[in-house]
């Protein structure tokens, strides 16, 4: 079983939805982050979050520390959010762990 | 434009050879970061530097070294390469790094390289 687990690992969404991407990992953590990479590759760094909650224009990230997981969250879902949403977690001795990945498909 | 920048965005080359990659951090940022993400192993942290110096290791393997110059910038050295070395490799920075290792704070990603051995 791997660290980290993301769930779902595709998903495909109509424009107007609201998304939920869920991580869930098995290890004391630091910090967790969500990272998004576009098709083309580049890679952008959304979240970071240590506890509570988090928002961003339409992205809201939470966490549960007692839980261990987290969730991403997209309001209002927009063809431009189609990504790969990566979470990653730094465990409390620094080893780094990602998961392997959400593919978000919006359509128009 | 995150203001990392990597160089080459592409590179070919052949087995058992070895090739430098190269990356300039945004102004000010002090720590670099390096990843590789290959189709089969996905993201991985391979190493960082903080302000000339080693900070926290990962998943690197021994035929590939890294180093921080005094302006900041950093080079990733692969040699021996593998077939199994073709990946795209990210280089990031953040403005410290005492925070915490990898990740203890948010990065900004270089475009990446990547690397196709043959």
């Known amino acids: 079983k791997n660290e980290v687990e993301q769930s779902p690992q595709n998903l495909t969404a109509q424009e107007g939805e609201f998304i939920t991407i869920n991580c869930s990992y098995s290890v004391g953590i630091s910090a967790l982050h969500w990272l998004q990479q576009h098709p083309g590759g580049g890679i952008v760094s959304l979240f970071m979050l240590s506890s509570g909650k988090k928002k961003h224009g339409r992205l809201i990230a939470t966490i549960n520390i007692q839980e261990k997981h987290s969730s991403l969250h997209i309001t209002a879902s927009h063809p431009r959010d189609s990504a790969v949403y990566i979470c990653?977690?730094?465990?409390?001795?620094?080893?780094?762990?990602f998961g392997k990945g959400t593919l978000l498909t919006v359509n128009p | 434009d995150s203001g990392v920048t990597q160089t080459p965005k592409h590179l070919i080359t052949a087995t058992g050879q070895r090739v430098t990659l190269r990356c300039s951090p945004r102004?000010?940022?002090?720590?670099v970061y390096w990843y590789q993400q290959s189709l089969d192993q996905g993201l991985q942290f391979l190493i960082q530097y903080y302000n000339g110096e080693e900070r926290a290791k990962g998943n690197i393997l021994e035929r590939f070294s890294a180093q921080q110059f005094p302006d900041l910038h950093s080079e990733l050295n692969l040699s021996s390469l593998e077939l199994g070395d073709s990946a795209l490799y990210f280089c990031?920075?953040?403005?410290?790094?005492?925070?915490?290792?990898?990740?203890?704070?948010?990065?900004?990603f270089g475009p990446g390289t990547r690397l196709l051995v043959l």
């Open positions: 102004s000010g940022d002090l720590s």
């Open positions: 990653a977690v730094l465990g409390s001795n620094y080893k780094l762990t």
């Open positions: 990031a920075s953040s403005v410290g790094g005492l925070a915490g290792g990898p990740l203890g704070e948010t990065q900004y």
